[in-house]
């Protein structure tokens, strides 16, 4: 039994460790600007990470995207998410050459993945008033991943390129932002690697590296975010790719380093004496590209390159439009089931899109005090979680340091996707697997297994 002492009378002295960090800036090796492309990704964008205490998920990305003027008479208009410009993102230690973390089709997992920001989160993000987009790089103002804002129909296409009834309305991501008339667009990007959702890139802790590491940046192609077209408040209406120079520039890494000599000294002495290894998530993605049929299915073997431990699986259907791809919406699917070893995971007769049950059974668990706060937000940015580190926990809730999960060093296993459509439809599925792996850090560098 311990005492408890109420604090009145409580005079024990007592002493704190705390952070003490300063903000230094990295900027690229070679360039810090690059020309982009239409149709295929550029990269990759390297910036190297001396040896130092400091902290990943509390330092920041930052750039600036830069889009020509359209055609006379047109309008650019481009997904506001910061993560949607990026294609793939890379963490690799520079003497083992080990690939601390790897993240492809960072746009659509961004997506995928709103359902791990909170919403006291996407709340405590900047907003802007602006209708349209700033034209130069004076008046252009700075983003953090989303702009947030009521979603109503008077606001047009805010939430995925679609109308949204003025009865439904709900803070939410604005989907895209554009340019006015003839005009060039230009925003600024100040990204927390936190963002980077369930990957080393997110790991709150301060930690002691002997070696360098590289932060490797893969630009996304400009079709994938971007077009141009003849109406100011919807980006189908005469939509082309768009014809002005588009470029990324002012590229950085704001790394937040530790000050404190206490808290430096410890923590290298830790790493060069006996090491350090601590679980943590680590994302790999599949994409399966369905035919044009009423009918799609998929599998997915799941083996021990993925982790140790299986925690969640998310399946979305994405649309094989050029433009704007990483939005993802339920479409024509009407019935739908994902399945371990042929074992239904959740419901054994399957989940009805037409009763709305991909919400109400199958997903709203996960959503809670979420990014997506209701059905009809959840309808236009659909995605289905099959989760095996906790209960029906929301997903921002789960704690990828714990070790948890479907076992999958012991055998491989099998997922498979079966849904059922009310029209003939092509669908691109993204299949984001989050397993976890042992981070481990010690005079030898950074490796994860």
């Not at 509390?58 to 506001?80: E, T």
């Not at 963490?91 to 089709?105: E, K, R, Y």
């Not at 980077?196 to 301060?206: G, P, R, S």
């Amino acid at each position: 039994m311990s005492e408890i002492i109420s604090k009145p009378l409580d005079f024990s002295v007592k002493s704190k460790s705390h952070s003490q960090p300063i903000m230094r800036m990295l900027k690229p090796l070679g360039q810090d600007n690059v020309q982009l492309s239409n149709t295929s990704a550029y990269g990759p964008t390297e910036i190297s990470i001396n040896s130092s205490v400091y902290n990943l998920a509390r330092s920041m990305l930052m750039f600036q995207l830069n889009v020509g003027a359209p055609a006379s008479g047109n309008y650019n208009h481009i997904v506001d998410t910061a993560l949607a410009k990026i294609n793939r993102i890379t963490l690799t230690d520079q003497v083992s050459g080990a690939l601390v973390a790897d993240v492809s089709n960072v746009g659509q997992v961004a997506s995928q993945l709103r359902a791990a920001v909170s919403f006291n989160d996407l709340q405590s993000r900047p907003t802007t008033s602006a209708a349209t987009a700033a034209a130069t790089e004076a008046a252009s103002q700075v983003y953090q991943f989303e702009n947030i804002r009521a979603t109503k129909k008077a606001d047009g296409f805010n939430i995925a390129g679609d109308t949204v009834g003025a009865e439904n309305p709900f803070t939410s991501p604005k989907y895209v932002v554009s340019g006015a008339q003839n005009s060039a667009v230009v925003l600024n990007y100040a990204v927390p690697l936190s963002d980077f959702k369930f990957t080393a890139l997110a790991l709150d802790k301060m930690i002691f590296c002997p070696t360098n590491l590289t932060l490797s940046i893969y630009w996304e192609k400009v079709n994938a975010y971007a077009s141009e077209g003849t109406a100011s408040d919807n980006p189908s209406t005469g939509q082309i790719d768009v014809s002005g120079a588009c470029t990324i520039t002012n590229i950085g890494l704001n790394l937040y380093n530790e000050q404190n000599m206490s808290i430096q000294a410890s923590l290298t002495e830790k790493v060069m004496s006996s090491g350090l290894s601590m679980p943590v998530p680590y994302l790999s993605t599949a994409r399966a590209t369905m035919p044009s049929s009423d009918r799609h299915n998929f599998q997915l073997n799941l083996t021990s390159a993925y982790g140790n431990k299986l925690l969640f699986i998310a399946n979305s259907p994405f649309s094989t439009s050029a433009y704007h791809s990483t939005k993802s919406a339920v479409g024509n699917i009407e019935t739908y089931n994902s399945f371990i070893d042929h074992i239904p995971v959740l419901y054994n007769k399957g989940i009805d899109v037409r009763k709305g049950e991909q919400y109400t059974v199958a997903n709203k668990h996960y959503l809670k005090d979420s990014a997506i706060q209701s059905p009809s937000q959840y309808d236009v940015d659909f995605h289905h979680y099959d989760v095996f580190a906790q209960g029906f926990e929301p997903l921002h809730k789960l704690d990828g340091s714990v070790i948890a999960g479907l076992d999958l060093t012991s055998k491989m296993s099998v997922y498979q996707w079966e849904a059922s459509l009310s029209a003939a439809a092509s669908y691109t599925y993204l299949t984001t697997v989050c397993g976890q792996k042992l981070l481990t850090i010690n005079s030898s560098g950074m490796s994860i297994v």
